[in-house]
């Protein structure tokens, strides 16, 4: 039996379709959850999606992927931009790592244009709003070889 795609979602992104929504958008994160697991169903893949507003939580879940999962897609949010917790998780992954972000980082604050995640992630795909888990999955199923 094919290992699922995790999705990991960082601190804040429960409130999506509420917060900011002329950044994030309108959908929610249960819309966005509903899509993934359409796709990888369509793709041969099971979805484990998750979201944590604490750290320690989502690297528990990326050590957790280690042995249980085919690959990560990860909007770590915010931490993408403080965790080097998060960043060493990752790193002693062999699995492809997806990073994505609804918004299109290079266009935001400053301190946003730069991640600790990317330093681990195979990929990154940001910038289209909700649709960018959907390609974030179908670049992990593609990596993962069954796409």
Not at 48 to 61: K, M, T
Not at 114 to 136: C, D, H, N, P, R
Request: with cysteine; net charge neutral.
């Amino acid at each position: 039996m094919t290992k699922p795609i995790y999705v990991l979602n960082g601190p804040n992104l429960n409130l999506l379709g509420v917060r900011e929504p002329h950044i994030y958008g309108k959908t929610t994160l249960g819309d966005i959850q509903q899509a993934c697991e359409a796709l990888a169903k369509a793709l041969g893949f099971a979805i484990v999606f998750r979201q944590s507003n604490h750290e320690g939580q989502l690297v528990d879940w990326v050590q957790e992927a280690r042995t249980e999962a085919s690959a990560i897609v990860i909007n770590p949010a915010a931490y993408g931009h403080t965790s080097v917790a998060l960043l060493d998780a990752l790193k002693t992954l062999s699995i492809p790592i997806v990073e994505t972000h609804l918004s299109h980082l290079a266009t935001r604050e400053a301190f946003r244009h730069q991640t600790y995640v990317s330093q681990a992630a195979t990929g990154m795909i940001a910038g289209f709003g909700a649709k960018s888990y959907e390609l974030a999955v179908q670049a992990a199923a593609h990596l993962a070889g069954k796409a």
